[in-house]
Structure formats: structure tokens, C-alpha cells
């Protein structure tokens, strides 16, 4: 019987430490593609000179919910390495919930939608439109001749491979784009799926955490001589 319990034991030990390690690698993973796609979106962020653009409203948006996902990720490790089940099943709900509002936000992302609002208030602002035109392979608003009737002259992002040859001018205007997401939203997808299953690891760690529960003893589980000398003393002392 003790065997039989020694080798129960080690058999849950190899399937707890298992799971650590499992868990430890999801966090490992999630923190790489958190601080990837919040240093691309702080360069796209940069790229683009207008706070006020949806464009940048999207990326400040990545960063922030990206940035507040990691502190989350890390207690993660402290509640695995003591063992607490109880910290667990409190934590677990948070981490689900972000998770999955970080899935969902990243589909939002994935949508593209038409920069003519991003490039009309740029234009308006005097900023320059380098971004799409090099990005979209556009010239101006509705095309070169903007430039001529601002009088300024085109700007190499103007022309394929900043050649400022005739013949690489873009012709097309930026006003009827459409913003192509970053592929930096696609990790971000992608680290949403490692936090959701590292949820549901957690969720495994906690149950096989909980603590084996002790028999009660009674007059009926103990030995027939135990139950005859626990009458005895009963009644030796009610004398």
C-alpha cells in the first residue's frame, strides 16, 4: 500500500513539474511576442507624424494593451513556483479575460479601412505624406499635380525606389488607399493564443494542485479493538 502511494506521489510530481515547464515556456514565448510587437508599434508610430490619425490611434492602442498584458504574463511564474491554488483561481480569470480582449482587439486590427482622413489632415497640416508614399506607392492627395498647385516640389517618396527619375513618378494619389495592417498585428494574434493556452494550462496546474482530502475518522473506519477501547474510556471517564 505505501508503494502504491510513493509511486502515486512521484507519478503526480513528473506530471506537476511537466506542467511547470510547459507553462514556463508559454510565458517565455508570450513575453517575446509582447515586447516584439510593442517596439513595431512604436515604430510605426514614429513613422507616422500625426498624433491624431486613426492610423496612430491604432498603434498607440497595440502599445498600451500590449504593455499591460506583460505584468499579468509575469505573475503568472511566482503563483506556479509556490504552488498556490488559490492564487490561481483568483488570477486565472484575469488572465483569460485580457487574453481574450487582446484576440479580439487583434481581429479589430486586422480590418483595413481608407487613410483618405489620415492623408487630408496630414496634407492640411503641412506633414509630410512619406509614409504611404512609400508604403501605398502614391504621389500627393489625388496625385503629382498637388504638389504643383502647393508649389513645393515632389519629394522622393514620390518616385519607385526614391529614384527621382520621370519615369518611377507615382501618378496615383494617396486619397483612395487603404491601410494594409502591419504584420505586427499577426503576432499579436498570435500572442494572444499563447496566453489563452497558457490560461488553460494554469487551469490543469490548479486542479491537479488541490490538496488530497483527509478521511474522517469515525467510529466505523477504525479497527473493531480501536472501537472497544474508545467505549472503554468513555466510560471510565463518565465514572
Not at 511564474?77 to 490561481?88: D, M, N, T
Not at 483568483?90 to 480590418?111: A, D, K, N, Y
Not at 496634407?123 to 502647393?150: H, I, Q, R, T
Not at 489563452?196 to 467510529?219: A, E, N, W
Request: with cysteine; proline share 4%; charged share 20%.
Amino acid at each position: 500500500m505505501e508503494n502504491n502511494q510513493a509511486d502515486q506521489r512521484q507519478h503526480d510530481n513528473r506530471k506537476l513539474g511537466a506542467c511547470r515547464i510547459v507553462i514556463y515556456l508559454l510565458v517565455i514565448i508570450s513575453f517575446v511576442l509582447s515586447i516584439g510587437s510593442i517596439y513595431i508599434y512604436y515604430m510605426h508610430v514614429n513613422a507616422v507624424d500625426c498624433w491624431k490619425c486613426l492610423h496612430n490611434s491604432y498603434m498607440i492602442i497595440g502599445v498600451v494593451t500590449s504593455t499591460l498584458t506583460l505584468p499579468l504574463v509575469f505573475i503568472t511564474l511566482p503563483l506556479v513556483f509556490l504552488k498556490s491554488a488559490r492564487g490561481i483561481r483568483i488570477f486565472l480569470p484575469f488572465l483569460f479575460v485580457s487574453s481574450l480582449g487582446e484576440l479580439l482587439m487583434s481581429l479589430v486590427f486586422t480590418q483595413g479601412y481608407p487613410v483618405n482622413m489620415d492623408v487630408m489632415r496630414m496634407w492640411k497640416n503641412e506633414k509630410s505624406l512619406e509614409f504611404f508614399e512609400v508604403n501605398y506607392k502614391c504621389c500627393g492627395v489625388m496625385g503629382p499635380d498637388d504638389y504643383f498647385v502647393a508649389t513645393k516640389s515632389l519629394p522622393k517618396s514620390c518616385f519607385k525606389d526614391l529614384s527621382n527619375r520621370e519615369e518611377d513618378l507615382h501618378t496615383i494619389g494617396c486619397f483612395n488607399q487603404f491601410f494594409d495592417p502591419p504584420k505586427v498585428l499577426y503576432s499579436k494574434f498570435i500572442s494572444s493564443i499563447v496566453k489563452l493556452g497558457l490560461s488553460g494550462i494554469l487551469f490543469v496546474y490548479m486542479l491537479m494542485l488541490k490538496p488530497t482530502r483527509v478521511r474522517r475518522r469515525t467510529l466505523r473506519s477504525i479497527s473493531p479493538m480501536a472501537r472497544r477501547r474508545t467505549r472503554r474510556n468513555d466510560f471510565v471517564m463518565a465514572d
